[in-house]
């Protein structure tokens, strides 16, 4: 027995138990993270597939028939007695009951567009071919049986032949949308951008003294110039409407009541219940695309999340941008430079607890020292034309850049002092040596040895950054902004913008949403793609950074 004990107590004195201990808790992190990271692409991405749609009838407390089209989204397995509580008798003796999550849609007609069922009582269930889904750019999904298409009211096709004569005239309503979408955002938006820049120069020119006869006749010309462009663009926009107003459908909804539907409202229309697979994947793939390409609809529950993709990228780039030349000079400063001492030691106490300050403190420094002083004072220097509206005086892109960038500020400090101290002395004493100055040893030796430390550091910026929320809130995201930061209108980047952020749309969506059943898959989808934009953005600097290591390994073995 006492040679067990000794053998035993050797063992943890060997320290292997610890490190078994330690591969455990890793393990399960990873199957964890692993497992999280599949319920949200499991979630997210069979939001894209184009379901069936059921019709049946469903027997309501009060003893009425309901009839019911839909698509069937959820289900869950809930006590019988909890059912029965809310005033449902279920038939049989199962002591659990399903209930099924129908998306009915028609939400501009029935009032609302989910509703929980429960299974039992549903009867005569079944998938017509017949049946369609509308996607429109108000009021949800639309499903019904199609009757009629009609032209300025007039019915020109129905029966078998409306639906090839639907998607023909959806196909030209299409086509419009995106003539119309190109006038009023791109050359009315030219216009209205170059008539606020002539209205800042007059002012301009008024609080210089400079709005001599000569310059004002000019900006009244060139006004009058960018007037008649505007007419002509109403004008051809008046056309395009009328246009588009000329057709519709009308469509037998599950209460019976026959609707119409004009086309200028629907955005794309199928028959889930008659598309093959093949049909069903083009269908999955071109709805994935315009959730990564197009702008969101619908108070952001439908549509695509371009502007929020866009948003993020470029506020982490600016933000790897300045805060990697401010993180380095100070590592350098405190490593190379200063002398060690108690001011340094405290110094460096400061800068590691400013990485546990909650970043809702740097949002709220960001939005009194960067956007109020900073911005007032550059509106107050560069644009009094535009006063008192605000130019740089109010959250934007630029301000949430360099807030970030100082809440990720001491993760690049310490990556980039610990990769400087692992240089060996040898190699500044040998360049030294040679004749270098300690400037062109630090510059043309110890940096470039020390760059994978600072990519470590950038790497762990980055993924701090683009999942940062609650500073951003104060100083530049909006819900939906509307512009991009970058467009044809000089000075063509636009920094002073308000911005749309991939983890401000998963809250606004997933928690201000007033239909949340219809934003749910929504908040999983772009949870899961905020996940691969991180990941990208971390895999170019590790990329990046193993690369350095290559080229400088030589150096550490040295």
Request: charged residues 20%; without cysteine.
């Amino acid at each position: 027995m006492s040679v067990q004990r000794s053998n035993i107590g050797n063992w943890f004195r060997s320290g292997t138990p610890w490190i078994w201990l330690n591969a455990a808790a890793v393990s399960a992190s990873l199957i964890m993270v692993v497992g999280l990271l599949g319920l949200i692409a499991v979630r997210g991405l069979v939001h894209f597939w184009p379901n069936a749609l059921v019709e049946f009838d469903y027997v309501q407390p009060n003893g009425e028939t309901l009839h019911v089209i839909g698509e069937i989204q959820d289900s869950e397995i809930v006590p019988r007695a909890r059912i029965e509580a809310s005033g449902v008798d279920v038939p049989g003796t199962a002591v659990e009951v399903k209930r099924l999550l129908i998306k009915t849609g028609n939400r501009d007609h029935l009032g609302l567009d989910f509703r929980w069922l429960v299974e039992p009582l549903v009867q005569d269930r079944r998938m017509p071919r017949e049946l369609i889904a509308v996607e429109r750019y108000e009021w949800g999904n639309f499903y019904g049986y199609l009757q009629a298409v009609k032209e300025n009211g007039q019915v020109v096709a129905q029966g078998d032949a409306a639906w090839q004569a639907l998607q023909a005239r959806l196909a030209r309503a299409g086509e419009l949308q995106h003539r119309i979408e190109a006038i009023e955002k791109g050359r009315i938006g030219d216009v209205n951008y170059a008539m606020e820049q002539l209205r800042l120069k007059q002012r301009r020119l008024e609080l210089e003294g400079r709005d001599t006869p000569e310059n004002l006749a000019a900006i009244e010309a060139e006004r009058a110039r960018l007037d008649a462009d505007y007419k002509v663009l109403q004008q051809q926009l008046g056309d395009l409407y009328r246009q588009l107003r000329r057709d519709s459908f009308t469509a037998t909804i599950m209460d019976g009541r026959e609707v119409e539907v004009p086309l200028a409202k629907v955005v794309r229309a199928y028959r889930p219940n008659a598309m093959h697979l093949g049909d069903k994947i083009g269908f999955y793939f071109a709805k994935l695309w315009e959730f990564v390409s197009d702008e969101p609809r619908e108070a952001n529950t439908e549509g695509g999340i371009f502007p929020a993709i866009f948003g993020t990228v470029t506020m982490v780039i600016l933000m790897s941008v300045f805060v990697t030349p401010f993180g380095v000079i100070a590592a350098v400063y405190l490593r190379e430079y200063a002398k060690q001492g108690p001011l340094t030691r405290t110094i460096r106490i400061a800068v590691n607890n400013l990485a546990g300050v909650p970043s809702i403190v740097y949002g709220v420094f960001g939005l009194g020292f960067f956007v109020y002083f900073l911005g007032g004072s550059i509106d107050d220097l560069f644009f009094p034309e535009a006063q008192p509206a605000p130019t740089f005086g109010t959250p934007g892109l630029f301000w949430a850049s360099l807030t970030l960038a100082l809440l990720t500020l001491p993760v690049v400090i310490v990556a980039t002092e610990e990769g400087l101290s692992r240089i060996p002395k040898s190699i500044r004493e040998g360049s030294l040596a040679l004749g270098a100055t300690k400037a062109e040893t630090l510059w043309r030796t110890v940096l470039p040895m020390a760059s994978p430390a600072m990519m470590t550091g950038l790497i762990l910026a980055v993924a701090r950054a683009a999942g940062e929320v609650a500073p951003l809130m104060l100083v530049g995201v909006v819900k939906l902004a509307p512009s991009l930061p970058v467009d044809g209108n000089p000075p063509f980047v636009h920094l002073e913008r308000k911005f749309m952020h991939l983890g401000f749309h998963i809250y606004d969506v997933g928690f201000q949403s007033p239909n949340v059943e219809a934003a749910r898959p929504l908040v999983y989808a772009t949870a899961l793609l905020l996940v691969l934009v991180i990941v990208v953005l971390n895999l170019a600097a590790i990329a990046i950074r193993n690369r350095l290591r290559e080229q400088f390994k030589s150096f550490d073995q040295g």
